[in-house]
Each structure stands twice: as C-alpha cells, then as structure tokens.
T-cell receptor, first 113, second 114 residues
Framework: KAGVTQTPRYLIKTRGQQVTLSCSPISGHRSVSWYQQTPGQGLQFLFEYFSETQRNKGNFPGRFSGRQFSNSRSEMNVSTLELGDSALYLC????????????FGPGTRLTVL | AQSVAQPEDQVNVAEGNPLTVKCTYSVSGNPYLFWYVQYPNRGLQFLLKYITGDNLVKGSYGFEAEFNKSQTSFHLKKPSALVSDSALYFCAVRVYNQGGKLIFGQGTELSVKP
C-alpha cells in the first residue's frame, strides 16, 4: 500500500495570507489527524477527522480549520497567517480505532515571512 | 490531564551498547502507549505500541519497550545500538475517549557513536 502523502512539501507565505495543505491517507484508513511540530512546542494535536466528521479538536485558534472528503482525503486551512504559524505540519492516518497506530506523512514545511 | 514526559532531551550511547530512552505518562483509564522515531526532514515512523497484554512489547528494528503500570513508565530499549539508530524518538499516549488523538512527549535525541 502507498503511504500517507502530503502536498505541498514546502510552502513560503507572508503574514496575513492563507494556506491550504492536503493529505491523502493510506487506502482504507478513515481517520486523519493533523499535528503541528515546532522546536519550541513540540508535536501538538490540531484536529482529527473520521468519516468526514471532525471527531476531536486541539487548542488552536479558529484560524486553523480542516475538512475531510468522502474518499478520506483531508485538507487543513490556516487563514490570516502569523509568523508563529511557521512549522512542520504532519498528517497521520489510521483505521480509526484508537488502538491502531497512526501512520505519518512526510509533512509540509510552512514558512511565514 | 493526560500527559507524557521524556525526561532526557538527549541520550548518548556507544555503538554496540544497550540503549534506553525513558518515558513516563499520566492518563485517565487504561493507557494506550506508542513509540515513534523521526529522522531528519521526515515524518514519524511507528516503532511499537502497548495496548494490553504482555508488559514487554517488541517492535520494529529490534526495539522493545517495557510497560510498568506501577511506575507509569514505558521505556524504549534496544540490546545493541547501531549508528543508524541516531534519530529523534517520541513517546505518545492516546487520549482516553477522544478517538485517535495522541499526546506526545517532547522527544529525545538519540546519538549513537561508532
């Protein structure tokens, strides 16, 4: 099976712009989670989607949003970008049962100037 | 509150020696625990998990972890370290009753020298 893919791999934006990141999960996986990784805060949970519904949400402002499509592909959107949004954004997919391991994509490196 | 702690930012080991990367946790209910490894400019790779059963869990690349309920620990171990094991290691716990949400420790940088 193909692994989790994320596009684009690298992005450079300026403050105030918005950005959309895409994630294609492993075939058959219905759960997609998003995490933000920064040197200062480490890995932080953004949200999880399961069967097109947001199942969980982390402690991020409303500028961070996401959605999941019927084919389980997911997108996350960040509006009104701030310098502090610069990070590696990781997507992970799993079969959906919390006991299953999550499989991570390579990430999208977002730089906000 | 659910949390994970990795008390060591860095662990240095000589090749061929045993290695241990420490992890302690605090959860409500039964813990579901995971170890992941991250190589530079890569996503996280799953190593092993503890859900229930034997306290000693075996995983990928010769790694194993020991679940200790009384000490609320889940230390990662390998009998003989390789230079190629050098990477960033994360311990994670699944949040009870919150689907697939994982809480990660801050990570431990493992350096294996020849």
């Amino acid at each position: 099976k193909a692994g989790v893919t994320q596009t684009p791999r690298y992005l450079i934006k300026t403050r105030g712009q918005q950005v959309t990141l895409s994630c294609s999960p492993i075939s058959g996986h219905r759960s997609v989670s998003w995490y933000q990784q920064t040197p200062g805060q480490g890995l932080q949970f953004l949200f999880e989607y399961f069967s097109e519904t947001q199942r969980n949400k982390g402690n991020f402002p409303g500028r961070f949003s996401g959605r999941q499509f019927s084919n389980s592909r997911s997108e996350m959107n960040v509006s009104t970008l701030e310098l502090g949004d610069s990070a590696l954004y990781l997507c992970a997919s799993s079969e959906g049962d919390g006991t299953n391991e999550q499989f991570f994509g390579p990430g999208t490196r977002l730089t906000v100037l | 509150a659910q949390s994970v702690a990795q008390p060591e930012d860095q662990v240095n080991v000589a090749e061929g020696n045993p290695l241990t990367v420490k992890c302690t946790y605090s959860v409500s209910g039964n813990p579901y625990l995971f170890w992941y490894v991250q190589y530079p400019n890569r996503g996280l790779q799953f190593l092993l998990k503890y859900i229930t059963g034997d306290n000693l869990v075996k995983g990928s690349y010769g790694f194993e972890a020991e679940f200790n309920k009384s000490q609320t620990s889940f230390h990662l171990k390998k009998p003989s370290a390789l230079v190629s094991d050098s990477a960033l290691y994360f311990c994670a716990v699944r949040v009870y009753n919150q689907g697939g949400k994982l809480i990660f420790g801050q990570g431990t940088e493992l350096s294996v020298k020849p």
